[in-house]
């Protein structure tokens, strides 16, 4: 049975979506022309005005934003209200240095929060659940999006957070979790975990809300089967707000997009030109109610397809697929964006060549990040607690970089394969 937090939103006609995103987009770009300069000078070097937009159908002559345009900005450049209005502040896991960190005003917060209980209550939540949070909490976006979510439900909140395996289950036992929000890397773990204690008969779960990271259909059975769950999809990154941005419903057939917050559009990547509904290309996001961090044509790098077919849960929002990959090289390895051109600095900063390959694996449902290293013919060495020493300092300036551990092997020069077209940098064993 059909479940809302917001019915006459989430089910409105798509005449009256339209209408609200019409009228909300014309508001809000005038927003940024007024109080975001770094938007403004992008907007007069295409020449456009907030006079040239007046619906939807003109989003596309406004300009793009991407990751390179937050760093540059970094951190205030983008922000669309002083930050006296500002209330919380969340950023990426990953690069160290220039994170993108965005900001939030109360109702930025809110109304985040409520896009979260959407979820929650697509999924069968309601005040009588007892909602288990395992996503990290702090600045990760994960733990506090889904927690205030919950609150709004009404679901009893158990801000567990990340790790500590052995508490999760026992709470999850001794309170009686009804729902789980995690990433589906970890309910795997879980899963196993409450196989091997033995613990199945008592765990009370009945759905799981995953997402932060890609995630298959056969890995959805598989947790659906273990956890005797229903295992449902949610889609969000920290620049547009955090998770729910869309969300899955019962009909499990793809993730609903709020459509009253957010514009999507699908681009051709390497052209940037839009690309009609059912198309696969790159999820391109405009904010249209965030006051903070207003963003406007918000490249994802998300690969993906949008559809708009009636849903049997009711809801008219358009859906969107499970990401099929990004348009750039970013690796997700545990929840941390890892950039192959990150790992190419370090090892260039500490005298070797640009001769690498990262192999991206996973064991026992957790990642593990490998970089064999070509030594050069000057630090070529086959002393064995040499390499030792040279292996560690590069984990370590590795680790400065990444925030992650990395495994490292240093190999004698030219042993990794050379290609004839495009270097092969990255070989990602995950069965994903
Ligand atoms: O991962 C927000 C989030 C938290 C979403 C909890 C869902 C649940 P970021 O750390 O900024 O934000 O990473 C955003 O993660 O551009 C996608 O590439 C990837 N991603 C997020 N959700 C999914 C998903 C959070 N359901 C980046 N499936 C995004 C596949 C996902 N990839």
């Not at 300069?37 to 295409?46: C, F, L, S, V």
């Not at 089967?225 to 729910?244: H, M, N, Q, R």
């Not at 963003?295 to 697929?321: A, N, P």
């Amino acid at each position: 049975m059909a479940n809302y937090y917001q019915p006459e939103i989430e089910t409105a006609s798509p005449e009256q979506i339209r209408a609200w995103q019409d009228e909300r987009l014309v508001a809000q770009v005038k927003h940024v022309w007024d109080n975001v300069p770094y938007y403004r000078a992008k907007m007069e070097e295409k020449g456009v005005t907030p006079d040239d937009i007046k619906s939807c159908a003109d989003l596309h002559k406004l300009p793009f934003l991407t990751k390179d345009d937050l760093r540059e900005a970094y951190p205030y450049g983008l922000m669309g209200k002083p930050l006296s209005e500002c209330v919380r502040i969340q950023s990426t896991s990953g690069t160290t240095g220039k994170r993108v960190v965005a900001f939030y005003t109360q109702k930025d917060i809110d109304l985040w929060e409520d896009c979260c209980a959407r979820a929650i209550m697509a999924v069968g939540g309601t005040k009588d659940d007892v909602c288990h949070v395992s996503y990290g909490y702090g600045l990760f976006t994960g733990g506090p999006g889904l927690n205030g979510g919950s609150h709004k439900v009404g679901c009893l909140t158990l801000p567990m957070s990340s790790g500590n395996t052995d508490r999760q289950l026992q709470f999850m036992c001794d309170l009686g979790s009804t729902i789980i929000c995690c990433t589906p890397s970890y309910a795997e773990y879980l899963a196993e975990s409450i196989e091997e204690r033995g613990l199945k008969d008592q765990i009370k779960l009945k759905a799981g809300i995953f997402g932060a990271e890609a995630w298959s259909e056969n890995m959805r059975h598989d947790i659906e089967e273990k956890l005797g769950i229903k295992a449902y999809d949610i889609y969000g990154l920290t620049e547009i707000s955090g998770p729910g941005v869309s969300f899955e419903c019962e009909d499990q057939t793809g993730m609903h997009i709020n459509e009253d917050h957010f514009i999507a559009e699908i681009i051709n990547p390497e052209t940037g030109e839009v690309l009609p509904e059912g198309e696969k290309g790159e999820l391109v996001f405009s904010c249209i109610t965030k006051e903070a961090f207003p963003l406007l044509r918000y490249r994802t790098k998300d690969i993906c397809v949008l559809t708009r077919e009636k849903c049997s849960c009711g809801r008219t929002f358009v859906k969107m697929s499970k990401p099929m990959g990004r348009s750039d090289d970013m690796l997700i390895v545990k929840g941390v964006n890892v950039f192959p051109s990150q790992i190419e600095q370090v090892l260039l900063e500490q005298g070797y060549p640009a001769n690498y390959q990262i192999v991206v694996d996973r064991v026992n449902h957790s990642d593990t990040l490998e970089v064999m290293v070509e030594m050069t013919p000057e630090n070529f060495s086959d002393n064995l607690g040499q390499i030792t020493e040279m292996e560690k300092s590069l984990v370590a300036a590795l680790k400065a970089m990444l925030g992650i551990y990395a495994k490292v092997k240093l190999v004698a020069p030219k042993t990794i394969a050379r290609s004839e077209g495009k270097a092969v940098r990255i070989i990602d064993k995950r069965k994903i």
